[in-house]
């Protein structure tokens, strides 16, 4: 909590009652990632006014502004206010990506790593990174499937040769135009739907080699669920089938970390993430059984018995793996 302006008694009481306003309480669309209800915080002026009520008054105008034109001006002043607040430090690499400033990015990304990045969700994306084919693009949705990558890339220079295409970024129609540009992309003038720009990344450019994040909005993933292919933990857009399950093997035998994959955790991010693993596993024990790799197969499905203990849905996985 950011301590207020002034020594009075009085206020300091009235302080510790208020909170700092957090995107994570805000109540979105899964799907769509449209606002259903945000916070408002009361406009203040600095005259009479504490730190916590002013960063809250910047920040909520940042969260309230409108998703295709948001308002970092605003998220600058809120962390001007409180630099210390891990929340705002995805945003923040968010607007320096969006400015092309790769040094600043970069800070926030190092900070990230250092408040928020735990092993389990580290490990998570080196797989992601390796489940890509050389210089794919890779469409990603949310948070904790874009800031681990980052830093990967970023600070530890692990490949960079992937092209990251965050959802929240491609909303914004001059980043989008400027995605084109470098990419080479096909993409439509304008977008109803903002959700349909996923989609087109991979309809309308078939000379580029596109990935989705498992984590995308099933409202994408639905639409061209004929032509996804799970590699691991992205899957691959193709116009002919795709023989994948060579593909998954490979990655997971020589190119996956495996550490934390079912490593017992309280860390609920690390629980909900880490059941992405079970859709490759799937297909990767069908795979050993069909090969008559006994061995692997019965190891495969135990570790998604696991998977699924950790992540509390033990019943729902064992219903799965008995079809």
Not at 35 to 52: D, G, M, R
Not at 106 to 133: D, I, Q
Not at 144 to 173: A, F
């Amino acid at each position: 909590m950011i301590p207020i302006i002034g020594n009075s008694q009085s206020a300091e009481k009235k302080e510790s009652s208020q909170n700092a306003i957090s995107k994570y309480s805000i109540k979105m669309d899964k799907n769509t990632k449209e606002t259903i209800a945000i916070p408002q915080a009361e406009v203040v002026t600095v005259e009479n006014a504490s730190k916590l009520q002013i960063f809250n008054s910047y920040y909520s105008r940042y969260l309230n502004s409108d998703v295709q034109n948001k308002d970092f001006s605003s998220l600058l002043k809120a962390h001007d206010l409180n630099p210390s607040n891990s929340e705002l430090y995805f945003e923040l690499a968010k607007y320096y990506e969006m400015e092309q400033n790769a040094a600043k990015k970069k800070e926030f990304c190092a900070k990230l790593k250092t408040v928020k990045l735990s092993p389990a969700l580290r490990e998570y994306a080196y797989n992601t990174l390796m489940s890509v084919g050389l210089n794919g693009i890779l469409i990603t949705y949310g948070e904790d499937d874009t800031y681990p990558i980052w830093i990967l890339q970023t600070i530890e220079g692990i490949r960079n040769d992937v092209k990251i295409l965050n959802y929240d970024l491609m909303i914004n129609e001059q980043y989008r135009n400027r995605k084109k540009k470098e990419l080479g992309l096909n993409l439509a003038k304008s977008y109803g739907a903002n959700i349909a720009i996923l989609k087109d990344v991979a309809v309308k450019n078939k000379d580029k080699e596109v990935y989705y994040s498992l984590t995308v909005s099933h409202l994408v993933l639905k639409q061209l669920k004929s032509n996804l292919y799970p590699t691991g933990l992205a899957l691959k857009y193709s116009r002919n089938k795709l023989e994948n399950s060579q593909l998954i093997a490979t990655n997971w035998e020589s190119k996956f970390l495996k550490n934390y994959v079912s490593s017992e955790t309280n860390n609920s991010k690390d629980k909900k993430i880490n059941m992405n693993y079970i859709l490759p596993l799937m297909q990767l024990s069908k795979y050993y059984k069909e090969n008559d790799n006994m061995e692997k197969y019965e190891q495969t499905r135990a570790l998604i018995l696991a998977i699924g203990e950790n992540g509390g849905r033990k019943t729902q996985v064992e219903t799965l793996l008995n079809r």
